[in-house]
């Protein structure tokens, strides 16, 4: 197994304060609508935050752990190359949600 298809156990990285590295989950291509209309690329009609995984979190996060699908503003973020994947690294701050199985229904969801 080469490094780029291993998994993103064992980065050679070790992440301060309040920092998250994230994987995004999927490209700059084509989506598609709920209604099953295919939206070009090339299609932009408003500001769109993207998702991505959460693949390593500082000492200092709080309400994120490692594998919590985020959102976040794609045009806020570093971007940085590991064993040849691209990730992108935020502070937790820049992470508008979270998404995960964990998350209390009636937790308010404030950053404190």
């Known amino acids: 197994m ?53 693949v390593a979190v500082g000492p200092n996060v709080r309400s994120i752990v490692t594998g919590d699908r985020v959102l976040f503003d794609p045009d806020d973020r570093s971007e940085v190359e590991l064993h040849g994947r691209d990730y992108i690294l935020l502070r937790e701050r820049d992470i508008h949600a979270v998404a995960a199985t964990r998350i209390e229904e009636n937790g308010t969801g404030l950053y404190l």
């Not at 156990?9 to 084509?30: F, M, N, Q, Y």
């Open 2 to 54: 080469t490094a780029a298809s291993q998994p993103d156990s064992g980065l050679p990285i070790r992440l301060l304060l309040d920092r998250v590295l994230v994987r995004l989950e999927t490209g700059d291509g084509e989506r598609l609508s709920a209604a099953g209309i295919v939206i070009p690329a090339t299609a932009s009609v408003a500001h769109r935050l993207a998702w991505a995984t959460a």
